[in-house]
């Protein structure tokens, strides 16, 4: 199921897609992830663990930025969908993300996958 789309060009540098793919809410960011657009991706997130979907799949291919802010929303979602049973998933990173988390550490703490469809089949 098709749960649409988040914010726009005109609101800002983020867009988030989401979508339901069998025991998996999938949400996927575009753009830039920072201080300014990470509530466009914590509500749709947030939305997914309160109507019970603690497996999420974020979809980091079009993901062109994060910072510690957006990192933090990553995070809190992680604990939230592990309390709940389940976990996040991260997909498809570009490079430039990628550092971020291996900077951090944060790599430690998620599953990540090379793609969606790698997150989706395990």
């Known amino acids: 199921m098709d749960r649409g789309t988040v914010g726009s060009a005109n609101r800002g ?3 988030v897609e989401v979508r339901t ?3 998996s809410e999938v949400v ?5 992830l920072d201080h300014h657009t ?5 509500a749709p997130l947030e939305d997914a663990l309160d109507q019970g979907r603690a497996r ?3 979809d980091c291919s079009r993901l062109e930025f ?4 957006g990192l933090n929303v990553l995070l ?3 604990l939230r969908a592990e309390a709940a049973g389940g976990g996040v998933h991260l997909a498809g990173m570009l490079p ?3 550092r971020v988390f291996e900077i951090t550490g944060a790599e430690a703490v998620f599953t990540v996958h090379d793609s969606v469809e790698a997150a989706l089949a395990e």
């Open 56 to 58: 999420l799949v974020v």
């Open 96 to 98: 430039v993300v990628a």
């Open 13 to 15: 540098r983020l867009r």
């Open 38 to 42: 990470a509530e466009l991706l914590r």
């Open 66 to 69: 994060c910072d510690s802010t």
């Open 76 to 78: 809190g979602a992680r």
């Open 28 to 32: 996927a960011p575009a753009g830039e």
């Open 21 to 23: 793919e069998g025991p």
